[in-house]
């Protein structure tokens, strides 16, 4: 009976496992419902202010903002949004592979890249890769605020307004629903009007103080709220993809226990066997 007592060791062993994933599985459920809740509470700002961007860079006053001009490529600054934690599955390793392939076709065309990260995996990804990571930040929870992002986020501003990067680029996975998360590259800056819009309806404003005070301020908040949402949006893939890979898990655990319970029913059935051979052995003997 070893092999019948090792065999239900390793079922014990698996269940113990099984019920771990069932109830992170449960929390990631809980967990995601709450960031979804998050993720469309802040689209409809989202969506209004970049459309108010959009109408401002298109108005028929004319406004220079750095944000607003298209220079030429020398280096792009990228801000990677990830998870702090692991378990999702492969959430966080797809959108890193879209990044290095994107940042390999640049860096072909002797262009250089600057990488800003939100969150412990890209952190340590990219370092890991040896990538020139020029900020960080990570463990900003499960309710992540604009305040904690404003730091990063002026960082890879302030270098687009000095020159020294002339394209942002935000990467975080887009939510599209519970089974499906799309590692997405959005340019950031520079803003670029679309020539179509402009002609159709040329926007008119009047500013106070004055224009460029106005768009300055508004562009700071804007990419501000579109870094948010890609992070309350990349947090609502996380609970997602947990959530899936728990329930994937706890079923292959499941499956596991089935093999395991059939292999110790045979082993059982043969010891019992060998012993009743054993019995009838012996008393053929006597």
């Known amino acids: 009976m ?3 007592k090792e065999i239900r060791t390793k079922i014990k062993s698996v269940q113990s496992t099984q019920k771990i ?9 809980s967990k995601m419902r709450s960031a979804q809740k998050r993720m469309n509470a802040a689209r409809p700002y989202a969506y209004k202010i970049r459309d108010v ?30 998870s702090d934690r692991g378990l999702c599955g492969g959430l966080n390793n797809n959108l890193f592979k879209a990044i290095v392939k994107d940042m390999e076709a640049t860096e072909a065309e002797g262009i250089e890249n600057e990488i800003c ?54 990467s975080y996975n887009r939510f599209e629903n519970t089974m499906t998360q799309a590692p997405t590259l959005e340019t950031i800056l520079p803003l670029v009007p ?26 700071c908040r804007y990419i ?3 870094v948010y949402q890609c992070v309350v949006e990349n ?43 054993e019995i009838v052995g012996g008393a053929a003997a006597v």
């Open 117 to 170: 990260t939100i969150g412990s995996k890209a952190s340590g990804f990219f370092n890991s890769i040896n990538a020139n990571v020029v900020s960080h930040t990570a463990q900003i929870g499960d309710k992540p605020t604009v305040e904690q992002l404003i730091g990063i986020v002026k960082v890879m501003l302030d270098k687009y307004r000095d020159g020294s990067i002339d394209k942002l680029v935000i």
């Open 21 to 29: 994933t069932r109830a992170m599985e449960m929390v990631a459920a």
């Open 235 to 277: 947090a609502a893939c996380e609970q997602s993809a947990r959530m899936v890979a728990m329930k994937s898990a706890s079923d292959n655990a499941g499956d596991i226990i089935d093999d395991l319970q059939l292999i110790y029913n045979k082993a059982r059935q043969a010891a019992i066997t060998q012993e009743i051979a």
């Open 2 to 4: 070893a092999g019948a």
């Open 53 to 82: 961007i959009g109408h401002l860079a298109q108005a028929e006053i004319k406004i220079t903002n750095p944000f607003l001009e298209e220079r030429e490529l020398k280096k792009i600054g990228y801000i990677v949004v990830s």
């Open 194 to 219: 679309n020539e179509e819009e402009i002609r159709s309806y040329p926007w008119e404003y009047e500013f106070e103080p004055n224009a460029e005070e106005v768009l300055e301020y508004l562009l």
């Open 224 to 226: 501000e709220s579109l």
